[in-house]
């Protein structure tokens, strides 16, 4: 069992630093899943995560000599700037190792809390490779994401804020990938109340702790693919998955679609962005992966809110496509002055908006004398569509 005490000790460290982040009571969550669901807003935290906890504990538990020496990560995201503001905050020195893939964005936000970033590698593994062997040659105290003690128990303390907020709780759901979070927190909640449920959720794209958990005994991936970067991890750590046998009392998995519609209802519903990882908890209730706990008081853990926002923008368009809010169409006319004008006309009758237009009278699939026009429209539900569809069906624009 992983010493509590440790996290308590963490709480007193990193008090002055971290932001106290809201924990609020989610109406239209509650509604739609018949629990009391509140949520512990860590997306709104110092660099928009939770891993500042448990990077700023690793740092000020180091010795004089181990500081003035410095510090190295290997990270992608949230661990980095964890690591570089704790770093700045000590004023000493951090090297961040990224991917070279890394979004200019996230590789901005390290270099702005003043740490020297290095790229290397096509992905996570490559950069941790690296980043061992450069703290080795370096000298550099290498502060791991999550398997270190010191981590764990700063991550630990999100559940000691929850818990100061709302002791009641039937249930805490929980984002997993490394398993650091998870592992302090289950430690943290269960030595306050051993009825509280635990329960963990991943992304299906990255299934190694979840297999790992099922059968009790690590075993890691050969690749991961989500859009929850934030717990995308190939390999199982046999030090938290210990941790989590102990104190974890269920574990869950949601795939990509159910990850996505858990971003855009958070950002819709309850004004938050919030990136895939720290979505997952949401997606697990709004897709009935928590129908035992109807009825029950539950808070969920929104563990970070760096969204890219290409990816956001993917998100927010396809949404729009499943919900009835917008429509593609590709019809075909005859080219010639009037057509399109006349197609045009027909949508602003059916109060369907153009957003988006594009005139095509060059492809070889079309006879001569032909064009294809397609059209993105802002629409109201699915009824209005199959209206828009029913109207140009008959006046030939689509056949079937």
């Not at 992983?2 to 308590?8: H, T």
């Not at 490559?126 to 981590?151: I, M, Q, R």
């Not at 690749?223 to 995308?232: K, N, Y």
């Not at 004008?341 to 369907?352: D, G, K, P, V, Y």
Request: net charge negative.
């Amino acid at each position: 069992m992983f010493d509590v005490k440790k996290i308590y000790e963490a709480r007193e460290r990193i008090k002055d630093v971290i932001v106290d982040t809201p924990f609020s009571y989610a109406p239209h969550l509650s509604k739609e899943s018949g629990c009391e669901v509140y949520l512990k807003e860590e997306n709104l935290q110092v660099t928009g995560a939770f891993k500042i906890r448990g990077a700023y504990n690793k740092i000020a538990t180091l010795s004089d000599e181990q500081r003035a020496c410095g510090v190295i990560a290997a990270s992608a995201g949230n661990h980095a700037q964890g690591v570089a503001l704790s770093a700045s905050i000590f004023k000493i020195k951090a090297v961040i190792v990224m991917p070279e893939a890394t979004p200019l964005t996230k590789v901005d936000g390290v270099k702005h809390y003043g740490a020297e970033v290095i790229l290397h590698g096509a992905n996570y593994d490559e950069a941790y490779a690296h980043a061992l062997k450069y703290a080795k040659k370096n000298s550099l105290t290498f502060v791991h994401p999550f398997e270190d003690e010191e981590v764990i128990a700063g991550q630990g303390t999100l559940a000691l804020d929850i818990l100061d907020e709302c002791r009641d709780l039937d249930a805490v759901v929980i984002p997993a990938g490394g398993g650091g979070l998870i592992s302090g927190m289950a430690c943290a909640i269960k030595s306050v109340n051993p009825k509280i449920e635990v329960i963990a959720v991943s992304a299906k794209g990255a299934p190694a702790l979840k297999n790992s958990y099922d059968l009790k005994t690590p075993i890691d991936t050969l690749s991961v693919r989500t859009i929850a970067d934030g717990i995308a991890v190939r390999d199982t750590s046999a030090i938290t998955l210990g941790y989590m046998l102990e104190s974890v009392d269920r574990y869950l998995s949601v795939d990509e679609e159910e990850i996505a519609s858990a971003i855009l209802f958070l950002l819709e519903k309850q004004k938050l962005v919030v990136e895939g990882a720290g979505a997952v908890g949401v997606a697990a209730l709004m897709h009935e992966k928590l129908s035992h706990l109807r009825g029950k008081k539950i808070a969920i853990v929104l563990s970070g809110g760096n969204m890219d926002v290409t990816l956001l923008s993917v998100i927010i368009e396809k949404g729009l496509l499943k919900s009835g809010r917008k429509m593609k169409l590709t019809v075909t006319l005859v080219d010639k002055p009037g057509s399109l004008m006349r197609f045009t006309q027909i949508l602003q009758e059916l109060n369907a908006n153009i957003v988006h237009i594009a005139y095509d009278r060059t492809s070889i699939s079309l006879d001569y004398g032909d064009a294809n026009v397609m059209v993105h429209v802002e629409t109201k539900g699915e009824e209005h569509q199959q209206e828009i569809h029913r109207v140009l069906k008959e006046e030939n624009y689509i056949r079937d």
